[in-house]
């Protein structure tokens, strides 16, 4: 049984960073392009960034520069690094693999 678990999430000032991690079990992240997706209220789910089995990753335009996603092959777990964290960040961030999602953990950006 595939599983993935976000944890990170908090309450952070605009500015802030915060790291996020999704761990994986019944699926190997090295084999599997391991995504992060992210939905604010009222507003559709978007893609966030992603890493491809050969270490390349993908990222939203307007996340360039501030968020990077990395692996740690040996604990099958992702990261999300978000730095200057701007109030348009705030959303549920969830984690994708396959066709397997986490259950999101929550980022919110406020003074």
């Known amino acids: 049984q595939v599983r993935m678990q976000e944890s990170g999430g908090g309450l952070v000032q605009p500015g802030g960073s915060l790291r996020l991690s999704c761990v994986g079990s019944g699926i190997s992240f090295s084999l599997n392009t391991v995504a992060w997706f992210r939905q604010a209220p009222g507003k559709q789910r978007e893609f966030v960034a992603s890493?491809?089995?050969?270490?390349?990753?993908n990222n939203l335009v307007s996340v360039k520069g501030r968020f990077t996603v990395s692996r740690d092959n040996a604990k099958n777990t992702v990261y999300l690094q978000m730095n200057s964290l701007k109030v348009e960040d705030t959303a549920l961030y969830y984690c994708?693999?396959?066709?397997?999602w986490g259950q999101g953990t929550q980022v919110t950006v406020s003074s």
């Open positions: 890493i491809f089995p050969n270490g390349d990753t």
């Open positions: 994708k693999c396959a066709q397997n």
